[in-house]
């Protein structure tokens, strides 16, 4: 079985750019959610959906950042205009019905902003 | 709010040597109770459980028992491998309708042969 799949896996743009980062969910999770992990802050949870359904967008950590899930087999990550702050590696996860504890995460998008 | 806090790594130990990661957390109700286990250049992955007080979670050498009264999850395995140097992370779920997972810090192994 395909698990998350993440692409790009590695993004080097430089600062002002858009930077768009996908993630495509395993067949039949309902829930999906996009962390941020760095040396300095650690995991960051941004936001997560059910059911293609933004539930909790508190850790987005500004305007510059949009997520999107306009089906229930892709999503996306938008950062507009990107910052060198905003190098990290960021990670899909989704679950199943019912168990939205078992995450099972992508191999993660490493972005760097120069 | 709800929390987790374990012991700051790294922690270096010979090969089949005893391991104990510490973990408390802080949270109203009865959340459940994860470890999650992260190697090298990769994801997150789900690595033991235990949903209610007193149960031990189990996974690959690897255990960790819910007490409730001490608040506490620790992992711990009998005898490391190089190949579990990894970066460890204890986690709750306070259920209801909430997906969200509270992680804690995680803490780096690295396991010397």
């Known amino acids: 079985d395909a698990g998350v799949i993440q692409s790009p896996r590695h993004e080097v743009t430089e600062m002002g750019q858009e930077v768009t980062l996908r993630c495509k969910p395993i067949?039949?999770?309902?829930?999906l959610f996009w962390y941020r992990q760095t040396m300095m802050r650690g995991l960051e949870l941004l936001i997560y959906?059910?059911?293609?359904?933004?539930?909790?967008d508190s850790g987005m950590p500004e305007d510059r950042f949009s997520a999107k899930m306009p089906n229930a087999s892709f999503s996306t990550l938008k950062i507009q205009p990107s910052e060198p702050r905003d190098s990290a590696v960021y990670f899909c996860?989704?679950?199943?019905?019912?168990?939205?504890?078992?995450?099972?995460f992508g191999p993660g998008t490493r972005l760097t902003v120069t | 709010g709800d929390s987790v806090t374990q012991m700051e790594g790294p922690v270096t130990l010979s090969e089949e040597a005893f391991l104990t990661i510490n973990c408390t957390y802080t949270a109203t109700g009865y959340p459940s109770l994860f470890w999650y286990v992260q190697y090298p250049g990769e994801g997150l992955q789900l690595l033991l459980k235990a949903t209610k007080a007193d149960d031990k979670g189990s996974n690959k050498g690897f255990e960790a028992t819910y007490r409730k009264e001490t608040t506490s999850f620790h992992l711990e395995k009998g005898s490391v491998q190089v190949s579990d140097s990894a970066v460890y992370f204890c986690?709750?779920?306070?259920?209801?309708?909430?997906?969200?997972?509270?992680f804690g810090q995680g803490t780096t192994l690295q396991v010397k042969p």
């Open positions: 959906f059910n059911n293609n359904v933004p539930i909790d």
């Open positions: 986690a709750l779920h306070r259920g209801g309708n909430t997906g969200k997972l509270i």
């Open positions: 067949s039949g999770h309902d829930y």
């Open positions: 996860a989704s679950s199943p019905p019912d168990r939205e504890y078992e995450q099972y």
